[in-house]
């Protein structure tokens, strides 16, 4: 097996982005790209722009045989920003914005990943995107999906859109992670963290796109009780919780999915404005070992 040091030779060539082999997933979203060594390709900057030219049109790509190191993970994302550690779950202390997500038989899975949503949207300036890499996962089950959330919005009936074309929504880390902790850390949770507000309907910043931007950490709307959506009393607190409920239910439709199965060093890497996901916890007690690179993002409007 390759140690660590053989693994970041720099001579390993990266391939030239022409050699790119390019093969969609479904018509709504994904492909695979094959033919290239992402451990070397952060030292390409002509390879870089291509992919991600092909991050922006396909929402998500694939990768097979990546077996790199901790520190050339970090480096392929950094090519596209600053990354972020996560409050909650532990980062590889020796690679900050590393991630290490790993279940065992010894621990049981949680209750936050197999929802759909988009990552930290509970921050002000959520996520750019994201590099998972399977380090180790089970022979059969652990998928992740991912949802095209450009052509949810596109989709929607045409009374929808004009609805919530100027709606905003609280996106929480308290109501989600923090819901299991005792009342004290959780309180002191939210004040590192307090609630985020995003429009429903965000702009891509890249590419001018309508994305449907509310998830699993969408708690509620913010400027719903209005003269146009309420007659009297208190009836907007119904109407809000199902429309939004409408709303969030739209990344579980078929049309709008790919479904990726893990195998050890294949690669993940999602545009996280325009996607959401949803790791399937359909499997027994294993090891089930995954490291994510979160590149930070811009403010939405």
């Known amino acids: 097996m390759a140690t660590a040091a053989q693994r970041t030779d720099v001579s390993k060539p990266a391939i030239s982005p022409s050699t790119l082999k390019v093969a969609p997933l479904t018509c709504a979203i994904g492909t695979e ?8 390709a952060s030292r390409d900057p002509v390879l870089m722009q291509e992919i991600r030219e092909l991050l922006l049109r396909h929402k998500v790509l694939f990768f097979r045989d990546q077996d790199f190191s901790r520190s050339e993970h970090v480096a ?13 779950a532990g980062s590889d202390p020796d690679h900050p914005g590393l991630v290490r997500i790993y279940k065992s038989p010894d621990k049981p899975n949680d209750r ?5 949503h988009s990552d930290a949207s509970w921050r002000e300036k959520p996520p750019f995107g994201c590099v998972l890499r399977c380090v180790e996962c089970p022979p059969v089950g652990g998928d992740t999906m991912w949802a095209n959330m450009v052509l949810a919005y596109e989709k929607l009936p045409q009374h929808i859109k004009t609805q919530i074309a100027n ?5 929480s ?4 992670f923090g819901a299991a902790m005792p009342i004290e850390k959780r309180h002191a949770l939210k004040a590192q963290f307090p609630d985020a507000e995003h429009p429903v309907v965000r702009t891509h910043p890249d590419t001018g796109e309508k994305i449907l931007f509310v998830n699993g950490f969408t708690t509620h709307f913010t400027n719903f009780h209005t003269a146009d959506n309420v007659r009297v009393g ?3 607190a119904p109407g809000a919780a199902q429309l939004l409920q409408y709303l969030i239910s739209q990344a579980q439709i078929p049309e709008y999915q790919v479904r990726w199965r893990w195998q050890p ?10 996607t959401q996901h949803y790791a399937v916890m359909d499997y027994p007690p294993c090891h089930r070992k995954m490291e ?3 590149i930070k993002g811009d403010a939405t409007f």
């Open 234 to 236: 208190q009836d907007y």
């Open 33 to 40: 790209i094959g033919n290239v060594n992402l451990g070397a």
């Open 265 to 274: 060093n294949s690669v993940a890497f999602w545009d996280n404005r325009a």
């Open 173 to 176: 880390i308290e109501a989600t």
């Open 76 to 88: 392929f994302a950094s090519y596209f920003g600053d990354l972020e550690d996560h409050p909650v």
């Open 167 to 171: 709606l905003r929504a609280r996106h």
């Open 112 to 116: 936050y990943e197999n929802a759909w």
């Open 292 to 294: 994510r690179a979160g």
